[in-house]
């Protein structure tokens, strides 16, 4: 039978003696109905060590308490309640501040037979959720420091994609690197650029694979940056083997992204090419995007470079066959979507920004990314496909999001 915590929250003005007899008594007839084990914790890690973790609401009053612990534990957040003590209204405002700050949550209210069914369909869910996420994606790092809108809820991306997310050190590839002596091997990265920069690329190349297999990973991100001061190199080569190869490389330690590219791939069996918006002509309905690492196979043609913003390691300036793309990305808390569908005009070479740059006419406006993008980084795929993805996302739950 199912094992729950429950962490009681309520006012320092409440009597006590009170509501613990009315919390004891809404306890013991759910007890007695669902045949479940329930005990009051009082450790806010414990709601996380039972089948399922409750909040129980006892008293109005209780919202900032809620508030000072949300931060401390993963949602969804379950709200138990009864009704008195003004419980239930306490649980309203609550429920709405989860809502407002992006996070999921529900009230349990009601009569022992509708609490006791939906405890059951919450804990039947979550095991779903549990049995479907056989896709581990790891996040080497966490994500880098100027991407402040990309943090995500790990439970809602196993809820919403059955993927689970695994949180892996910077420290671990830079010992796998250290321990790798391996040095170029394929022909068509033997290129007229500074060997030992090449070598040392294809080393971070051939310990990000090492992690994906210790850790049985379908794909990473990287907080990469990091690597310009320890190792002195870059992430744009190996990341761009890994795409080439089907398996989810992304730059910068971006969550959404590094899901965006997956599940792009999982539906159109397309690689993306990562980049941030560089220049925006409103009046033709134009942008540039630019990127220091593209999947290999996206480019007619390529030749290496620096890293642009740090002028060392490799970076990858490729030229893209002009003709039909899909921009897409998912938001940081899984609600929202953008896929519109354009056509590369040209590829571009500027020094002042990343090394490979597309320019690309919208179908739609342009002005997304200047009222209301999500977020810095946008995946682009080859082909047109907004009709195929639109639907995946739309049946997971996700609104679209047009100009």
Not at 310 to 331: C, D, L, Q, R, Y
């Amino acid at each position: 039978m199912a094992n729950i915590n429950i962490y009681p929250i309520r006012s320092d003005l409440s009597l006590k003696e009170v509501v613990n007899s009315d919390s004891k008594k809404l306890i013991e007839d759910l007890s007695e109905k669902t045949g479940y084990t329930f005990n009051i914790v009082e450790d806010l890690d414990a709601l996380h060590d039972a089948d399922l973790g409750l909040i129980l609401v006892q008293t109005g009053g209780s919202e900032n308490k809620f508030k000072e612990l949300s931060n401390k534990i993963e949602g969804p957040y379950y709200l138990l309640t009864y009704g008195s003590s003004n419980s239930l209204a306490a649980s309203l405002e609550i429920l709405s501040y989860i809502h407002k700050v992006g996070k999921d949550g529900e009230i349990l209210h009601g009569s022992l037979a509708y609490l006791s069914q939906r405890l059951k369909d919450i804990l039947a869910e979550k095991n779903d959720s549990q049995e479907e996420a056989s896709v581990r994606l790891g996040v080497i790092g966490k994500p880098s420091d100027w991407l402040i809108s990309s943090d995500v809820d790990y439970q809602r991306v196993r809820k919403v994609f059955g993927i689970e997310l695994v949180d892996l050190t910077t420290q671990e590839l830079i010992w796998d690197y250290a321990s790798i002596a391996a040095k170029v091997q394929e022909g068509r990265l033997k290129a007229d650029f500074d060997k030992d920069e090449l070598n040392k690329a294809y080393r971070v190349y051939k310990a990000l694979k090492q992690m994906i297999k210790d850790h049985h990973l379908s794909g990473l991100t990287i907080r990469c940056f990091d690597l310009l001061g320890s190792i002195k190199t870059t992430a744009c080569l190996g990341l761009a083997l890994l795409n080439e190869k089907g398996v989810t490389g992304a730059c910068e330690g971006d969550i959404p992204a590094m899901l965006t590219t997956y599940t792009v791939g999982q539906v159109t069996h397309q690689h993306c090419f990562q980049a941030n918006p560089a220049w925006i002509d409103t009046e033709k309905n134009e942008i540039t995007f630019a990127h220091c690492t593209l999947p290999l196979d996206m480019a007619d043609t390529y030749e290496f470079n620096t890293h642009f913003e740090s002028g060392i390691g490799v970076g990858i300036h490729g030229e893209v066959k002009t003709g039909p793309v899909t921009i897409v990305k998912i938001s940081a808390d899984l609600k929202n979507f953008y896929c519109e569908e354009g056509e590369i005009l040209a590829n571009e070479y500027r020094k002042d920004r990343c090394r490979t740059q597309i320019k690309i006419k919208l179908d739609s406006p342009v002005t997304y990314f200047l009222k209301t993008p999500l977020g810095n980084h946008h995946l682009i795929c080859l082909g047109h496909h907004k009709k195929e993805l639109s639907e995946f996302y739309l049946s997971k739950g996700l609104n679209s999001i047009e100009e």
